[in-house]
Nanobody, 124 residues
């Protein structure tokens, strides 16, 4: 399995960015994919989870601003980020799990595969 993120960039506060994750060798069926982020000096945190049945879970800090979805390609994961804030600055990682669980388990499932990350920088 290989996950490759793209779309990271610099943006002004209030702006938008769209991240994409291309997954190869992975079957998104009955499983979870997610976006995580890690800011300098901070622990990695979950941003949003997507179950293959369409169910989603968001961190409180991004609810109403970010949208996780399956991309146009079946093996693409997207994260639309609107109303960006400086505190959204971080390295963003795509993750995929092979555990076949329900959507409620996405927030606690172990993610087996990770991308290399894409940097998002938001300035005020």
């Amino acid at each position: 399995v290989q996950l490759v993120e793209s779309g990271g960039d610099s943006a002004q506060a209030g702006g938008s960015l769209r991240l994409s994750c291309a997954a190869s060798g992975y079957t998104f069926s009955g499983t979870c994919m997610a976006w995580f982020r890690q800011a300098p000096g901070k622990e990695r945190e979950a941003v949003a989870h997507l179950h293959s049945n369409g169910g989603t879970i968001y961190a409180d800090s991004v609810k109403g601003r970010f949208t996780i979805s399956q991309g146009n390609s079946k093996n693409t994961l997207s994260l639309q980020m609107n109303s960006l804030k400086p505190e959204d600055t971080a390295m963003y990682y795509c993750a995929a799990s092979t555990w076949r669980l329900g959507v409620s388990a996405c927030a606690r499932v172990r993610y087996n595969f990770w991308g290399q990350g894409t940097q998002v920088t938001v300035s005020s």
